[in-house]
């Protein structure tokens, strides 16, 4: 179950519980989008919640009743920065989810990614759990980030046990707080690289593991390897032994495309091999975080392509 124990986290489910009753909603964009859309406001100071815990914009004070900006001052949900104050934490919609995550912009190296990638994902995980006949008795989320994939999951398959892992103990905080707000009480949180610290076979295997090339190796950006692909090549290699009998392995990840070439395609290809599993892999979007292309690194990079790969172990 998770566990939601500090105070911080505590006020965070609070805050989150006001939005869901203030029927907030916001859909974040890519990290470009959003510094093009708040640019137009001139630095203006925000006045409603979505300009605050949606656009990372600064706001004064005079927005919260004393109670409550009381308890965000407090537990470091708002602090001031600048000589304004702004959220430490955004929120985001996934259909009737709400989930915290980092504000923007994510430039620590334990922000906690949420973005157009993540409804992506969910949209695979989505047609993965339609089209699968085969009960999920266990299931987990490698690299859970706000723990998306794991809450999906969990509400459609209440009597599944979903763990959400990852070695980021912030990301660990938000899924709890997540899981909470959500109702999800399947949903169990460990600290874990990748599938080190957990036991046993999973019905289902989720993972949207970061994928870029990052100069700074931020952990929820960096990949590893040549061009971001060491992290998604590891997953699928541990996680193939981990999988149930008509267990699936859903991958979604990003690929760094040189001279028309799909090496990570190349590579896990040689690990399917086995008539043990079945697999099918798809582009799901040829072109996304173009401006990628202009950092060190991606030279001689045509296109990074949004991929999904599935793996069902058959027998």
């Avoid at 989930?99 to 990614?113: K, M, Q, W």
Wanted: aromatic content about 8%; overall charge negative; glycine content about 8%.
């Amino acid at each position: 179950m998770s566990s939601v124990q500090s105070r911080a986290d505590r006020a965070l489910l609070h805050l989150g519980r006001r939005l869901q009753a203030d029927d907030y909603r916001f859909i974040t964009p890519t990290p470009l989008t959003h510094q093009r859309v708040i640019a137009r406001f001139d630095n203006a100071p925000a006045s409603d919640m979505r300009g605050i815990f949606g656009w990372s914009r600064p706001f004064d004070a005079q927005v919260f009743e004393t109670a409550e900006w009381r308890e965000l001052q407090e537990t470091g949900i708002v602090v001031k920065a600048h000589g304004r104050w702004c959220s430490t934490v955004r929120w985001s919609s996934l259909g009737p989810l709400l989930l915290a995550h980092s504000a923007f912009p994510t430039e620590d190296a334990d922000s906690v990614f949420f973005g157009p990638d993540t409804y992506r994902f969910a949209g695979v995980i989505d047609d993965c759990l339609r089209e699968r006949f085969a009960p999920i008795h266990r299931a987990v989320d490698i690299g859970c980030g706000s723990g998306a994939g794991a809450l999906l999951v969990a509400r459609a398959r209440h009597d599944a046990e979903v763990l959400a892992v990852d070695i980021n103990p912030r990301a660990l905080r938000l899924s709890a707080v997540n899981a909470e707000l959500a109702e999800t009480p399947n949903v169990s949180v460990y600290h874990s690289d990748v599938l080190d610290s957990v036991d046993g076979c999973f019905d289902l295997i989720l993972a949207n593991p970061p994928y870029m090339k990052d100069g700074q190796q931020r952990a929820y950006r960096h990949g590893g390897g040549e061009l971001g692909e060491a992290l998604s090549l590891r997953i699928l290699r541990e996680a193939l032994p981990r999988l149930a009998r008509d267990g699936t392995l859903l991958l979604y990840t990003g690929v760094a495309m040189v001279d028309g070439r799909d090496a990570f395609l190349e590579a896990a290809r040689a690990m399917l091999t086995s008539d043990a599993f079945g697999w099918t892999y798809r582009e799901l979007d040829p072109d996304v975080f173009g401006e990628e292309l202009e950092k060190p690194g991606y030279e001689r990079v045509e296109r990074i392509a949004a991929v999904a790969l599935t793996v069902t172990r058959l027998s």
